[in-house]
């Protein structure tokens, strides 16, 4: 056995500990760039706090998600503005953008040299400037994750800026942020949360450590993923998806993911549609493949086990099987109301190209097998 474990530098977790990002940012740093939804109204209360501090605030707002272009603007005015501190406030895109702004703002020359796929990859070698991360809604754990995923529109592609030194210095962790997260958001967040433990669960590239971050996720999600939908008011269930979230944010970044977010990055890349109603849309199918594939091909069938195991965490059920897994995804996913990826525009022309795309996809690697061309279009067909 031989694993390797790296997260970010602190983290803080519990309802209310937003009213420590004052404090905490004054360690930080002495003028920061908060990078925001548009309109940045939501941020006000964590200005109060940093004005409280004497940390003085650039607002960086932007909508939708970030691109090479938002970075770079981001950080030309961080830079502008003398700012030595990158607050990341609000879901994965903002947090994303944040942690790549910190990372850019000391390590100089554009932003492409150091993007995969369109760029030319190149390592980051300066420590990133410290990074803030508040994240406010239940579902990318990107607070933990040393990865930014930027769109290219004109690639039709997402890609990723990736390294070590892009883990914040300090996640901060308030469910209390989440408590006004409308439904469908909660629905669509939350399942990517689901995802993100299930895969590395089952992940090739598993470790006891991350087993054990992602049984505690799937427990948390299997109990309030249905209550915070139906009661966004519901402290608790928001208590678990909040820590569900950062669980599976520790685990992907540590053990991978798998062929659901092998296909998500290029469907996302392609069409507008929220990234966790994608993966949700596609999970229970993938479940299916993997564990056909398994039967077919695993003859030590670990595979099996491990899905087996997801499924009694999920149900509190000690007798469950995988296929009980599977049906408990299912039903969850129905409840939520997450429709086929025909409601974004996928269809059946777009079945090869977004296999070629995902079979060369980097969360492809940690599937627990590889799947045949014909398993991934089949996944596709039946996600639709
Ligand atoms: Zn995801």
Request: glycine share 10%; with cysteine.
């Amino acid at each position: 056995m031989r694993f390797e474990f790296s997260t970010a530098t602190r983290i803080v977790f519990g309802p209310g500990v937003l009213r420590e990002a004052g404090p905490a940012a004054r360690q930080l740093g002495r003028h920061a760039l908060v990078v925001t939804g548009d309109p940045p109204r939501r941020a006000e209360k964590l200005l109060d706090l940093l004005a409280a501090e004497g940390v003085t605030a650039t607002v960086f707002a932007f909508a939708g998600e970030p691109t090479a272009e938002v970075v770079s603007t981001a950080t030309a005015r961080a830079r502008g503005a003398g700012c030595d501190l990158v607050i990341g406030f609000g879901g994965g895109s903002r947090l994303d953008a944040a942690k790549a702004v910190s990372a850019l703002l000391t390590n100089l020359g554009d932003l492409r040299e150091y993007l995969e796929v369109i760029g030319r990859a190149e390592p980051l070698t300066q420590p990133a400037a410290p990074c803030l991360a508040i994240p406010t809604t239940a579902g990318t754990g990107a607070e933990v994750t040393r990865n930014a995923v930027l769109a290219s529109p004109a690639h039709r592609i997402k890609v990723s800026l990736r390294s070590p030194l892009l883990l914040p210095r300090l996640a901060l962790i308030d469910p209390e942020l989440t408590y006004d997260l409308p439904p469908a958001l909660t629905a669509s967040t939350g399942l990517d949360a689901l995802t993100q433990l299930i895969e590395p669960r089952v992940s090739c590239r598993a470790n006891p450590l991350t087993d054990n971050l992602c049984a505690e996720g799937l427990r948390r999600v299997g109990r309030a993923l249905g209550p915070a939908f139906h009661d966004g008011h519901n402290a608790a269930a928001r208590e678990d998806m909040a820590l569900a979230s950062l669980l599976g944010g520790l685990a992907l970044a540590n053990a991978g993911l798998g062929a659901v977010h092998g296909f998500a990055s290029p469907i996302g890349g392609m069409f507008p549609a929220p990234h966790g109603a994608v993966c949700a849309a596609l999970l229970p199918h993938v479940m299916e493949a993997n564990l056909r594939a398994a039967r077919l091909r695993q003859p030590k069938g670990e595979t099996r086990r491990n899905y087996a195991t997801v499924a009694r965490l999920l149900t509190g059920d000690t007798t469950a099987t995988a296929e009980d897994g599977i049906r408990w995804v299912r039903a969850l996913v129905a409840e939520l109301q997450i429709p086929g990826l025909r409601t974004y525009g996928v269809g059946r022309e777009h079945v090869a190209p977004l296999v070629e795309a995902a079979a060369r996809a980097s969360s492809m690697k940690a599937n627990p097998l590889p799947l045949t061309a014909d398993e991934l279009a089949d996944i596709l067909l039946q996600s639709l």
